[in-house]
C-alpha cells in the first residue's frame, strides 16, 4: 500500500530523517522508537495496576486491617476509612480496591465474635457505598481549586476534557454515572468539578458504587468466610468465581454504555 499510494512525506532539507507527515493515515510508517515507548509505557501501567494495585496492594491493606484489630475493632475501623479515602484521592488507585478489601475485613473483624456472616456482610456493603459517595463529595470539592483545575487540563486525557465537555456539562445523573465507568474513580471525580457540575448531579451520579459494592464486598466476604473456617459456608467456595462473573459483567455493561455515550460525543460542536 506505501508503494502504490505512499502516505505525503514531510522531508526537508533541515530535517532529511522526517519519514512521514503528522496527518494520520492508516499505512503510515510509524517512528519505531515511539512505538516502543508506547509499548512499554502500556507494560508500567499494566504492571502498576495488575502486581502493584491488584496483587500487593490489596494483601497489604488487608493484612494491615487486620493487624490493626488487635488494638481493637474502632482503631481498625478507623484505619479501615483512613486508607480508603487515601486511595479515593489518589489519582491512579482504582475505588474498586476498598470494595473487595473492605468485604473482606468487616467479615474478619465482626464474624468471630460479634455477629454473623450476612450481617457483617451488609454492614460491609453499606460502609463501603458511604465511603464512596463521600469520597466522591471530596474528589469533586476538590476538582474545584484553581490549582486542580490547571493539573487537570494539563494532564488529563485530552478526549476525556473534550468529552467532558461536550457530554457531562449538561447531562442528568444517570448519563454521567455510566460515562463514569470509563474513567478511574479519583480523576472523573476531579474533572467533574473541573467543569463545575452541580453537587446533586455529581453526588447521584456515583449510584454506580452500588452495584459495584455488591459484586465486589460479596466477593471479598466469601473470600474471607473459608480463611476464618466459618462452619456451614462451605457454599462461599463455588460462589466465588459467579462474583467474579457478575462483577465483570457489571463493570462491562457499564463501560459498553459509557463508551456509547463518549462515541456520540465526538460529532458535536461542542467536542471539537
Known amino acids: 500500500c506505501r508503494w502504490l499510494h505512499p502516505p505525503p512525506s514531510n522531508k526537508t532539507q533541515n530535517n532529511p530523517n522526517a519519514t512521514n507527515s503528522n496527518i494520520t493515515y492508516w499505512h503510515k510508517k510509524h517512528n519505531t522508537q515511539a512505538i516502543l515507548s508506547a509499548v512499554i509505557s502500556i507494560l508500567t501501567l ?19 486491617a487486620t493487624y490493626t484489630s488487635q488494638f481493637g475493632i474502632e482503631i481498625a475501623f478507623i484505619s ?35 455477629m454473623g456472616f450476612f450481617a457483617a456482610w451488609g454492614i460491609a456493603v453499606i460502609t463501603v457505598i458511604v465511603l464512596h459517595y463521600c469520597g466522591a463529595c471530596i474528589q469533586w470539592w476538590m476538582g474545584t481549586w484553581r490549582s486542580i483545575q490547571v493539573w487537570g487540563n494539563t494532564n488529563l ?16 445523573w444517570i448519563k454521567v454515572g455510566l460515562v463514569g465507568y470509563i474513567f478511574l474513580d479519583t480523576a472523573n471525580g476531579l474533572n467533574q468539578g473541573r467543569i463545575n457540575m452541580a453537587f446533586w448531579t455529581q453526588l447521584f451520579s456515583e449510584w454506580p458504587a452500588i452495584p459495584n459494592a455488591l459484586g465486589l464486598v460479596s466477593f471479598g466476604a466469601t473470600i474471607a468466610a473459608p480463611a476464618i473456617g466459618l462452619e456451614g459456608y462451605d457454599w ?7 462474583l467474579i462473573i457478575f ?7 457499564g463501560f459498553t454504555f459509557g463508551t456509547r455515550q463518549m462515541a456520540g460525543s465526538v460529532d458535536k460542536k461542542e467536542y471539537w
Request: glycine share 8%; net charge negative.
Open 46 to 64: 499494566l504492571f502498576l495496576f495488575c502486581v502493584i494495585l491488584g496483587g500487593i496492594g490489596i494483601c497489604l491493606f488487608s493484612e494491615f
Open 80 to 114: 479501615f476509612v483512613a486508607i480508603s479515602f487515601l486511595i479515593m484521592l489518589t489519582p491512579l488507585a482504582p475505588g474498586s480496591i476498598i470494595d473487595a478489601c473492605g468485604g473482606f475485613i468487616f467479615i474478619i473483624l465482626l464474624v468471630p465474635d460479634y
Open 157 to 172: 486525557p485530552v478526549e476525556m476534557l473534550a468529552a467532558s465537555d461536550a457530554v457531562l456539562r449538561d447531562a442528568n
Open 236 to 242: 462461599t467456595l463455588d460462589a466465588v468465581p459467579l
Open 247 to 253: 462483577s465483570t459483567v457489571v463493570q462491562a455493561v
